[in-house]
């Protein structure tokens, strides 16, 4: 069965600080893949998306992830989170064929000011 | 506020209840999912719509549950005869066709089963 792995269940860093959240998947064929974040009280919203091309990708808000088809991995990263970065982030996949998601636990970041 | 809308946003039920939820997609997203999320996991697929056909329904999904979507609008999933493991968050996610993926969830419906 597909699986999405996020390990960091829980992330506390201090402004400015980089960030890196680990997503590891379990998908053998082409995949997209996805980044979403939920704001205390707020709905899920994208953060950034990997369909094909530069594995390198930038979303919104100065986010990025990297896309290693060897490693299976697709990380999230920032280099100097702010206080307004304190969310939930979950890693989302999609297999080419079908039309499931499958999301990841999710990783709670606290960011102190 | 044109974003996807769910109704209830809380429903508290005795269990061996019936309940119904409601979701308004976008207007121009004709594919949709719901989906369901407990207390420390992220959403688990339950069944997804283009326009007005259930093409894929999640093989864990007990006969319980079940979705429409007429005409390709808004869409309801009913649980009969709920349990308590049915207390969950239910999320439903719409976007506009196979180019994008990008799915925008609506608030949720919070069922607690008493």
């Known amino acids: 069965a597909q699986s999405v792995s996020q390990h960091n269940h829980h992330v506390i860093l201090s402004e400015a600080a980089s960030l890196e959240l680990g997503c590891n998947y379990s998908y053998g064929g082409t995949v997209n893949l996805f980044w979403y974040v939920q704001y205390p009280g707020q709905h899920l919203q994208l953060l950034l998306k990997?369909?094909?091309?530069?594995?390198l990708v930038k979303g919104i808000k100065g986010f990025e992830a990297e896309f290693i088809k060897s490693k299976f991995s697709f990380n999230l990263r920032k280099p100097s989170v702010q206080w307004s970065d304190t969310a939930e982030y979950f890693c989302?996949?999609?297999?080419?064929?079908?039309?499931?998601?499958?999301f990841g636990t999710g990783t709670s970041l606290t960011v102190i000011p | 506020d044109t974003g996807v809308s769910q109704d209830p946003r809380h429903k508290i039920t005795k269990r061996g209840q019936n309940v119904t939820f409601r979701c308004d997609p976008i207007s121009e997203h004709n594919r949709l999912y719901w989906y369901r999320q407990t207390l420390g996991q992220g959403p688990e697929f339950l069944t997804y719509?283009?326009?007005?056909?259930?093409?894929?329904k999640s093989r864990l999904l007990s006969d319980r549950f079940s979705a429409e979507r007429p005409k390709g609008s808004f869409s309801t999933l009913e649980i009969q005869r709920t349990e308590q493991g049915d207390s969950a968050m239910y999320l439903c996610?719409?976007?506009?066709?196979?180019?994008?993926?990008?799915?925008?969830f609506g608030p949720g419906t919070r069922l607690t089963v008493t």
């Open positions: 989302a996949v999609k297999p080419n064929t079908g039309n499931q998601f499958y």
């Open positions: 990997y369909f094909s091309g530069d594995p």
């Open positions: 719509f283009q326009n007005e056909a259930q093409l894929e």
């Open positions: 996610a719409s976007f506009r066709g196979a180019d994008s993926y990008e799915q925008y």
